[in-house]
């Protein structure tokens, strides 16, 4: 048995991120207003000095205020919504070949939490690592995520999985797109670049890992 490691957006689901996607849609919906756009505007005012360039990667402050319950509700369906033809294919038939396999498949992304675990349902995907946001009573806050799976922090984490699934890194495969993958990427020992950015193709060619598609 081994570990299957997908990122989610670029690698297995093309165009927009499915969190801008979703944000739209809560705006849709009427589940964004005029106090989570400001608390959002605030956030990137606030935590600039210790975010930088990734404080809007950070922002999940448009969730300020509400429910834990309402947001997960609104997730799942807005999962199947997206329709099929924003999948990554080849991606996905990696995915689907490791579930045929036995293998133990994992999202881990910086999309919401709520959106990996719908997608891990849709893709049929063993369990899901996603950002994790800061609660009080049951809301969410302005407050920076309490886990996100972006850049380093993504390595940071794979000690962590190691032991949940007791397989060591160099057993694990890891699918992602983008150059701020390369830290996490480093140090699996299977790394497959799918549809990559040219940092990642590069570093991906230079090194003689997969890339998809062929």
């Given at each position: 048995?081994?570990?299957?490691?997908?990122d989610?957006?670029g690698?297995?689901?093309?165009?927009r991120?499915t969190e801008?996607?979703?944000?739209?849609w809560?705006?849709r919906?009427?589940h964004i207003?005029?106090?989570q756009?400001?608390?959002?505007?605030w956030f990137?005012?606030?935590?600039f000095?210790r975010?930088?360039r990734?404080?809007f990667r950070k922002?999940?402050a448009?969730l300020?205020?509400?429910p834990?319950?309402?947001?997960?509700d609104?997730a799942k369906?807005?999962?199947?919504s997206?329709?099929d033809?924003?999948?990554v294919?080849p991606?996905?038939?990696e995915?689907?070949?490791?579930?045929?396999n036995?293998?133990?498949?994992?999202?881990?992304?910086?999309?919401?939490q709520?959106?990996?675990e719908?997608?891990?349902s849709?893709f049929?995907a063993?369990?899901s690592?996603?950002?994790?946001c800061?609660?009080?009573?049951?809301?969410?806050?302005?407050?920076p995520p309490v886990?996100?799976?972006?850049?380093d922090e993504?390595?940071d984490?794979?000690?962590s999985?190691?032991?949940?699934y007791r397989i060591?890194?160099?057993?694990?495969y890891?699918?992602?797109d983008?150059?701020?993958?390369i830290p996490?990427l480093?140090?699996?020992?299977?790394p497959?670049?799918?549809c990559?950015?040219?940092t990642l193709a590069?570093?991906?060619?230079?090194n003689?890992?997969?890339?998809?598609?062929h």
């Amino acid at each position: 048995m081994r570990l299957a490691i997908f990122d989610v957006d670029g690698t297995l689901v093309s165009g927009r991120s499915t969190e801008k996607r979703f944000m739209a849609w809560l705006l849709r919906r009427g589940h964004i207003g005029p106090f989570q756009i400001l608390s959002a505007a605030w956030f990137v005012v606030r935590w600039f000095p210790r975010f930088g360039r990734h404080v809007f990667r950070k922002n999940k402050a448009y969730l300020n205020g509400l429910p834990v319950s309402l947001v997960a509700d609104e997730a799942k369906q807005f999962v199947q919504s997206v329709p099929d033809a924003a999948w990554v294919e080849p991606a996905l038939a990696e995915l689907r070949q490791h579930g045929k396999n036995g293998d133990i498949v994992v999202l881990l992304s910086g999309t919401l939490q709520p959106i990996a675990e719908s997608l891990c349902s849709r893709f049929g995907a063993d369990g899901s690592l996603g950002t994790e946001c800061h609660v009080e009573q049951q809301r969410f806050t302005a407050s920076p995520p309490v886990q996100h799976p972006f850049y380093d922090e993504k390595a940071d984490m794979l000690p962590s999985i190691c032991e949940t699934y007791r397989i060591a890194a160099g057993e694990i495969y890891a699918y992602a797109d983008s150059h701020f993958d390369i830290p996490l990427l480093r140090k699996v020992g299977h790394p497959v670049a799918v549809c990559p950015d040219r940092t990642l193709a590069e570093w991906a060619r230079a090194n003689n890992h997969r890339i998809l598609p062929h």
